[in-house]
């Protein structure tokens, strides 16, 4: 069975705080996905990683970076906790190309509140 | 990703069939059909996917007309454990291509 797991299931931070959310995939996928889910506002990409070290930018990357040294590994860092940073947040991965590439497999997600 | 167009919501009732339709006008050649489904507080899960006509699997069917420019999602006989959101993706197999999902159709099975 695909497993993506992510670090934390709830998160609590502090404004001004840096903060790590990890997402480990155990199915050698090239992909690695972050999203951010707000209610009425569906699910929006902030990062996408398609190999190790190469990183894309998505819909909302303000205030975010990523980093995948492994192929297995993707974080997500928010380099300076603000409230507006309160979210869901999701991790997916999924194969590199042909229909794969659309069959993505997401995590648990992380509920973080920044306070 | 082609844009795709969905219903924000549907109702239904248990033991109906539920058809979803999503619209992808600009649909490209080599992109697939994938559907996803989301239920509270958990990661959309990969539900069915298709590139041509017909495909079924034990969840659901998805119809794909000759032009491809819309798909539906097939569920039979709902049940309340089917209430959740359900996007519809457009995709190809170029590596490096994001996966940029939609607003998604909010279905609501009551008793």
């Known amino acids: 069975d695909v497993k993506v797991t992510q670090s934390s299931r709830y998160l609590v931070k502090r404004t001004g705080e840096k903060v790590f959310l990890e997402c480990v995939q155990d199915?050698?996928?090239?992909?690695m996905f972050w999203y951010r889910q707000d209610p009425g506002l569906g699910l929006r990409l902030i990062y996408f990683s398609y190999d190790v070290k190469m990183k894309e930018k998505g819909d909302i990357p303000e205030g975010y970076s990523v980093s995948r040294e492994k192929k297995e590994r993707f974080s997500l860092i928010l380099e300076s906790a603000s409230t507006n940073q309160t979210s869901m947040y999701l991790c997916a991965s999924s194969f590199a190309g042909g229909a794969a590439y659309t069959e993505a497999f997401f995590g648990q997600g992380t509920r973080l509140t920044v306070v | 990703l082609a844009k795709t167009t969905q219903p924000i919501s549907m109702d239904s009732y248990e033991g109906q069939e539920v058809n979803i339709t999503c619209s992808h006008n600009n649909i490209a050649t080599n992109d697939y059909i994938t559907w996803y489904q989301q239920f509270p507080s958990q990661g959309p899960r990969f539900i069915i996917q298709g590139y041509k006509t017909k495909v079924t699997n034990e969840v659901a069917s998805l119809f794909i007309p000759a032009d491809r420019k819309s798909s539906t999602l097939s569920l039979p006989r709902v049940s309340l454990s089917d209430t959740a959101v359900y996007y519809c993706?457009?995709?190809?197999?170029?590596?490096?291509?994001?996966?940029?999902f939609g607003g998604g159709t909010r279905l609501m099975v009551k008793p």
């Open positions: 199915m050698d996928h090239e992909n």
């Open positions: 993706l457009v995709g190809g197999n170029n590596a490096g291509n994001m996966l940029t």
